[in-house]
């Protein structure tokens, strides 16, 4: 089992920014493609971004693309997700995610199907 840790959630206001952190503990960050999902109740999860391993490839969601920035620091096992502008729509429990991967690979998949590791998640309430 693949210990992820994420933290940062809270409640802001719209137009408020927030920056989650997934911790990944004990293991090579390298090896992994790492993803960020949220989860409203009733809804599907939706994919939010990912980055990749070497390269540092980054894809976003349509919704957040221009406001959400995610990066990643290898020697703090630690992968970010910088949220900007954040709207009511932005509401959710959100997981990081980790896929097992080849260094330097392209891969970065918003479906959640690609991942084999999963954390508990941080809430993000974005409310006036």
């Known amino acids: 089992q693949l210990p992820l840790a994420e933290s940062g959630g809270h409640l802001v206001q719209p137009g408020g920014a927030l920056r989650l952190s997934c911790e990944i503990f004990g293991w090579n960050l390298d090896d992994y493609v790492i993803g960020w999902f949220r989860q409203v109740p009733g809804k599907e999860r939706e994919g939010v971004s990912c980055i990749t391993s070497g390269l540092v490839i980054t894809d976003y969601a349509v919704s957040v693309k221009g406001r959400f920035t995610g990066s990643r620091d290898n020697a703090r096992h630690t992968v970010y997700l910088q949220m900007n502008n954040l709207t009511p729509d932005d509401t959710g429990l959100h997981s990081c995610?980790?896929?097992?991967?080849?260094?330097?690979?392209?891969?970065?998949?918003?479906?959640?199907?690609?991942?084999?590791?999963w954390g508990q998640g941080t809430q993000v309430t974005v409310s006036s």
């Open positions: 995610a980790a896929g097992e991967t080849v260094y330097g690979s392209s891969w970065c998949p918003l479906a959640g199907g690609g991942y084999n590791y």
